[in-house]
Each structure stands twice: as structure tokens, then as C-alpha cells.
């Protein structure tokens, strides 16, 4: 079914496999994350990224070594590169922030909006568990993020600090 030209049939592919990963053992989820990573060319549309890579390579990877998003981020295809970003909404959840913050940063002059809009998404997210970190992020990129991403990433702060933000 991943394999389908049928967009709908590669998503409910993806959702399988997010359920079964959810149900497997450790053994079973690395099974998993090699078959995800393998097959990740057919996981070529936001949804398909969107629906998936937190729940599968993020959750994976909360506690393992991480280099395989530092070398998505870098890849000339659009959609590794947003998995990259959409995987460390599984961190996020974890209140860990670190990987986020640094593939925003990788991510920060990202011509496709699809990437601005993802990476603001998860800066945003970021910011509802601590305010703190995002500002402090905020504070450091805000003059030179693109508008799509600074949009996003400012839309759940108080009225006050939108503007702020979002006057250059």
C-alpha cells in the first residue's frame, strides 16, 4: 500500500504502521523505523509527514542518538526535510527542546513554506509548554524569519507580544 500511486492508500498505509508501532515491543519498533526510513521517498506529501514521522521516527528516537534528522534536514527533498522538524514534536511532547531549536535553526532560511510553516508549527508548540525557551528563540531570529514561519510561531502569544514580533 506504500507503495500505491494513490495518495489516500499511502496514508492509510502510514496509519497502519503507526498503530502497529504504538502496539510493538522495542525490537518490533526499530523493525519499524528501518521499513519507515527505507520506504521514506513515499512519504511525499504534508499530510503523509504530518500524520507520521512524530509518532514513528520521533517517538523512536526520544532516547536515542538523533543524527539521522540532522541528515534529513540537510537533504535537497522537501519532505525528509520537514520530518526532520515534524519528528521532534514527540521531544516536544517530552518537554525536550533542544533538537527542535536546532534544526529551527537549520531550517531558518528555508525558501519552501511548507518548511516555514512546520518549523513555525513546532516552534509554537514549543512555546505552549515554555513560554521561556521560545522567547528566548524568538528574541535571537524573529528580524530575519520568514513571515509564514514568525506568523506561526506567534499566534498563541498575548496580543502585545505578537505585535512586537511581528513589527520589523
Not at 492509510?12 to 520506504?39: E, H, M, P, R
Amino acid at each position: 500500500m506504500l507503495s500505491s500511486k494513490i495518495h489516500e492508500e499511502r496514508l492509510c498505509a502510514l496509519l497502519i504502521l503507526v498503530d502497529i508501532f504504538k502496539q510493538s515491543d522495542s525490537k518490533n519498533k526499530k523493525i519499524i523505523v528501518d521499513f519507515y526510513l527505507k520506504n521514506i521517498r513515499k512519504v511525499n506529501n504534508w499530510d503523509l509527514v504530518d500524520l507520521s514521522a512524530d509518532k514513528i521516527l520521533g517517538n523512536y528516537l526520544i532516547d536515542k542518538d538523533k543524527s539521522v534528522l540532522y541528515k534529513l534536514v540537510k537533504s535537497q527533498n522537501i519532505w525528509e526535510r520537514r520530518i526532520s522538524v515534524i519528528s521532534t514534536f514527540a521531544f516536544i511532547k517530552n518537554n525536550k527542546f533542544d533538537d527542535t531549536i536546532k534544526i529551527s535553526e537549520i531550517l531558518l532560511n528555508d525558501k519552501h513554506d511548507l518548511i516555514q510553516k512546520a518549523v513555525g508549527w513546532m516552534l509554537r508548540e514549543m512555546g505552549k509548554r515554555d513560554e521561556k525557551v521560545l522567547i528566548k528563540f524568538l528574541d535571537k531570529h524573529y528580524r530575519t524569519m520568514p513571515r509564514t514561519m514568525l506568523r506561526y510561531v506567534v499566534e498563541r502569544l498575548d496580543e502585545k507580544k505578537k505585535e512586537g514580533y511581528m513589527v520589523k
